[in-house]
């Protein structure tokens, strides 16, 4: 097939390449990578981060009408109103459901799904504007959380504790977002999980229940492990309630990331995707299950049953654990070098060792995902075990920043 694929997620571009398919992609400039150019692609569309979804359509059906494409894919959010708009001009079928997406993309709408089916949510309340935000909170309670309401990767959310906890809390979560609309909600004390999911034909199948680790202040994760360390009646609970949340929202044919704490009161949502879950957490599904969501994903996205495919029970043979580093300073300082790496990448069960940020880039200030430093993979007998070797090698990891004369 001729697939033409939007956006990111280049793992699956290459299951499907190594599947014997021909694809072109379409990237915005802020997502292209130098490495595209001699990617699996036929051809690499670049256009800028603001172009149109018209733009991008209309430039599919040139490349149509000399060559047609079977199917166009996509695998994260974003791109998704490109895929519609493609797919609907040049009437070529695609998995991506843009309306699926804006159920769950959009948290108070979420939450008024949750409500509409009678499942167990959160107390919350949407608000525009600083005047009704501060009324939200009043009227939510403290401690809560104030998030975007349509962003990812931890962007903008903070929770509020005491009163004295408010302006900072909104200058993280930003006037932008503030004035486009915010969701407050109450604070969910437990444990926080992930739930990858596949979908196909209206049924759910669960591959993995991942435990999360997250900062308190700014909820950027910190890691992740596969299995979660969950007693069989929590695995039961948990599993139970999001295979509700699926069906209610109408999942189908695609994959699902969904971020759940578990309370005292039973699992409650965090937030959902019609995707699946970022941060290396399919790498650790591969670990430890020997299940390659990604070539599963690049099937499914171009027509195939995947269904068939999945194995009928799935095993964690061992255990999969990912850890991050996170060094946060004042973005005047500049990476020299990461010391430690192969250290790291010799310690027993350690799989791999990422570094996110290169010599000559800013320091961050940690602030969202998208800023952190490294990344460990390390596997284990047990979570226990695998955690403890991914966050050994992230340990000594050692990021040398250089800082002028005016920061001394």
């Not at 990617?39 to 209309?58: K, M, N, S």
């Not at 059906?61 to 708009?85: G, I, K, Q, S």
């Not at 039961?236 to 929202?249: C, G, I, N, S």
């Not at 010391?339 to 010599?359: F, Y």
Request: proline residues 6%; contains cysteine; hydrophobic residues 40%.
């Amino acid at each position: 097939m001729r697939v033409l694929v939007i956006g990111t997620n280049r793992v699956c571009h290459e299951r499907l390449r190594d599947q014997g398919h021909e694809l072109v992609l379409f990237v915005p400039r802020g997502r292209a990578l130098r490495e595209d150019a001699i990617g699996p692609y036929r051809h690499v569309v670049i256009l800028d981060d603001d172009t149109d979804t018209e733009t991008w359509a209309g430039i599919a059906e040139t490349l149509h009408r000399r060559a047609p494409f079977d199917a166009v894919a996509a695998y994260n959010e974003h791109t998704y109103p490109v895929v519609r708009a493609v797919s609907e001009r040049l009437s070529l079928p695609t998995t991506v459901d843009v309306d699926l997406f804006h159920r769950v993309v959009d948290k108070a709408r979420m939450r008024e799904i949750l409500d509409e089916h009678a499942l167990p949510s959160c107390g919350h309340a949407f608000a525009r504007g600083r005047r009704d935000v501060l009324k939200a909170i009043e009227a939510i309670g403290l401690p809560c959380i104030v998030k975007p309401v349509d962003t990812e990767a931890s962007v903008g959310v903070s929770r509020i504790d005491a009163e004295g906890d408010v302006e900072t809390a909104l200058r993280r979560v930003g006037n932008h977002h503030i004035e486009r609309g915010v969701v407050v909600e109450e604070f969910l004390d437990g444990t926080e999980y992930s739930v990858e999911a596949l979908s196909h034909d209206g049924r759910h199948r669960i591959v993995a229940v991942t435990r999360k680790f997250t900062d308190p202040e700014t909820f950027v994760s910190r890691g992740h492990v596969v299995p979660a360390p969950l007693a069989p009646e929590e695995h039961a609970e948990v599993t139970a309630y999001v295979t509700r949340v699926l069906d209610a929202f109408g999942f189908h044919d695609c994959p699902s990331h969904t971020e759940v704490m578990l309370t005292a009161r039973g699992p409650r949502i965090i937030e959902m995707h019609n995707r699946i879950g970022g941060d290396a957490i399919m790498d650790l599904v591969r670990l430890s299950t020997g299940v390659d969501m990604y070539d599963l994903i690049a099937r499914q996205s171009i027509g195939e049953d995947v269904g068939a495919l999945l194995p009928a029970r799935i095993v964690h043979e061992r255990s999969a654990a990912a850890w991050y580093a996170a060094p946060s300073g004042p973005p005047t300082h500049t990476l020299l070098e990461v010391r430690g790496v192969d250290e790291a990448r010799a310690l027993p069960g350690v799989q791999v060792v990422t570094l996110l940020r290169k010599p000559g880039s800013p320091q961050p200030t940690v602030r969202q995902n998208f800023d952190r430093s490294g990344r460990v993979l390390a596997t284990g007998a047990t979570p226990r075990e695998a955690l403890d070797r991914a966050r050994g090698a992230t340990g000594l990891l050692r990021f040398v920043y250089g800082w002028t004369a005016a920061d001394a």
